[in-house]
């Protein structure tokens, strides 16, 4: 979907979260303007921004995989450079092993310890939005997980996620290999667009979105430094999402059918 060209970069240059290195920021990210590793949360904030706009109030948000709490420091970071009326009511942060101490530094509040491919996804509510960004990448039977995760998304709400992404016909020779080889934590499955389509379908999502996010990682080289590589990259991705690199998508929970009056 090309309206991903029409989003704003401009807070990837200045953006104090990128330019401090902290919550686990990589340094050939912060030594440059338009760092393409970056991504990863730009997707997820402007598919949130977008939400929030759809809604016309603040949302309740989950999300899973959290690591060390960059998404949300970009998140509030856009924000302020941006000047967004994007909010939120909670963030709750999930994940198998949680980072307590960095979290809370992070400004996350309510912490949930919770192994997406051990038992249920158990949570005391249902979100708005859940956002799902390099997960499903690490997990054996990311179709199951999904299946969870719908089940704590209330309905008309969003998921949000992305990772690795190779052409279709290279998934399975791919993901052979990566069995093969992955070290605890490891990559061990590997999507292709169709995949992502199928995966949301399995657990009664419709895909809204799904965009590819470069055509070249050039991890803190000069290009970086130029806001047209940025764009050409974001471009490319747009056209092109199976791609060989890195693909970010949304899908809804279809709400019940509002019943007229008799």
């Given at each position: 979907?090309?309206?991903?060209?029409?989003?704003?970069?401009?807070?990837?240059?200045?953006?104090?979260?990128?330019?401090?290195?902290?919550?686990?920021?990589?340094?050939?990210?912060?030594?440059?303007?338009?760092?393409?590793?970056?991504?990863?949360?730009?997707?997820?904030?402007?598919?949130?921004?977008?939400?929030?706009?759809?809604?016309?109030?603040?949302?309740?948000?989950?999300?899973?995989?959290?690591?060390?709490?960059?998404?949300?420091?970009?998140?509030?970071?856009?924000?302020?450079?941006?000047?967004?009326?994007?909010?939120?009511?909670?963030?709750?942060?999930?994940?198998?092993?949680?980072?307590?101490?960095?979290?809370?530094?992070?400004?996350?509040?309510?912490?949930?310890?919770?192994?997406?491919?051990?038992?249920?996804?158990?949570?005391?509510?249902?979100?708005?939005?859940?956002?799902?960004?390099?997960?499903?990448?690490?997990?054996?039977?990311?179709?199951?997980?999904?299946?969870?995760?719908?089940?704590?998304?209330?309905?008309?709400?969003?998921?949000?996620?992305?990772?690795?992404?190779?052409?279709?016909?290279?998934?399975?020779?791919?993901?052979?290999?990566?069995?093969?080889?992955?070290?605890?934590?490891?990559?061990?499955?590997?999507?292709?667009?169709?995949?992502?389509?199928?995966?949301?379908?399995?657990?009664?999502?419709?895909?809204?979105?799904?965009?590819?996010?470069?055509?070249?990682?050039?991890?803190?080289?000069?290009?970086?430094?130029h806001g047209g590589w940025m764009r050409f990259n974001i471009a490319f991705?747009?056209?092109?999402?199976?791609?060989?690199?890195?693909?970010?998508?949304?899908?809804?929970?279809?709400?019940?059918?509002?019943?007229?009056?008799?």
């Amino acid at each position: 979907m090309l309206k991903q060209t029409k989003w704003n970069i401009s807070f990837l240059d200045g953006n104090q979260v990128v330019r401090s290195g902290a919550f686990g920021i990589p340094k050939e990210a912060k030594a440059v303007r338009y760092p393409i590793r970056l991504l990863r949360y730009w997707f997820g904030y402007h598919l949130l921004r977008e939400e929030y706009g759809q809604k016309g109030a603040p949302l309740d948000v989950c999300e899973i995989g959290v690591d060390t709490g960059q998404m949300l420091q970009f998140a509030e970071s856009g924000k302020a450079l941006t000047r967004d009326s994007v909010s939120w009511n909670t963030w709750t942060a999930v994940d198998a092993v949680l980072k307590r101490e960095q979290l809370v530094s992070a400004g996350y509040k309510d912490l949930v310890e919770a192994n997406l491919e051990a038992g249920d996804l158990t949570l005391d509510r249902q979100y708005d939005v859940v956002i799902l960004l390099h997960v499903l990448e690490h997990l054996f039977d990311p179709e199951a997980a999904m299946r969870k995760i719908s089940g704590v998304v209330r309905p008309g709400g969003l998921v949000i996620g992305g990772f690795p992404v190779i052409p279709d016909f290279l998934v399975k020779i791919r993901q052979r290999q990566l069995r093969k080889t992955a070290k605890p934590m490891g990559h061990v499955s590997v999507f292709s667009p169709r995949r992502v389509k199928a995966m949301g379908a399995q657990a009664g999502l419709q895909t809204e979105f799904l965009g590819g996010a470069f055509f070249m990682r050039s991890n803190g080289r000069w290009m970086e430094n130029h806001g047209g590589w940025m764009r050409f990259n974001i471009a490319f991705g747009a056209m092109f999402p199976g791609w060989p690199g890195e693909i970010y998508w949304s899908m809804r929970k279809p709400a019940p059918p509002v019943l007229s009056p008799m």
